[in-house]
């Protein structure tokens, strides 16, 4: 499985950016697709996830403000991320998790001015 993440760029405090993560290869009848992020220094943190129900769940700090979504024909996820905050600046990671396996892809930098 090969995920490639695409969408980051530079984008002014109040704007909007959408990530996507196209996934290739095998595809698994459960999983759930899941968006990470890192800054320097720290600890790769969770954002986003969403499963093959189609149920979502988000962080708290961006609860609100990201939107996780699917294209299950394409097997592509995406982020749609509104109301971009300086804090949100990081290497965005898409990941899939399938039983002990996981995936990530290469990561996309999204940076936030103020």
């Known amino acids: 499985v090969q995920l490639q993440a695409s969408g980051g760029g530079l984008v002014q405090a109040g704007g909007s950016l959408r990530l996507s993560c196209a996934a290739s290869?095998?595809?698994?009848?459960?999983?759930?697709r899941a968006w990470y992020r890192q800054v320097p220094g720290k600890e790769r943190e969770w954002v986003a996830s969403?499963?093959?129900?189609?149920?979502?769940s988000y962080a708290d700090t961006v609860k609100g403000r990201f939107t996780v979504s699917r294209d299950i024909a394409k097997n592509t996820v995406y982020l749609q991320m509104n109301n971009l905050k300086p804090e949100d600046t990081a290497v965005y990671y898409c990941?899939?998790?399938?039983?002990?396996?996981?995936?990530w892809g290469q990561g996309t930098q999204v940076t936030v001015s103020s």
């Open positions: 969403i499963i093959n129900s189609g149920a979502t």
């Open positions: 990941n899939l998790n399938v039983a002990s396996l996981s995936y």
């Open positions: 290869g095998r595809r698994f009848s459960t999983s759930v």
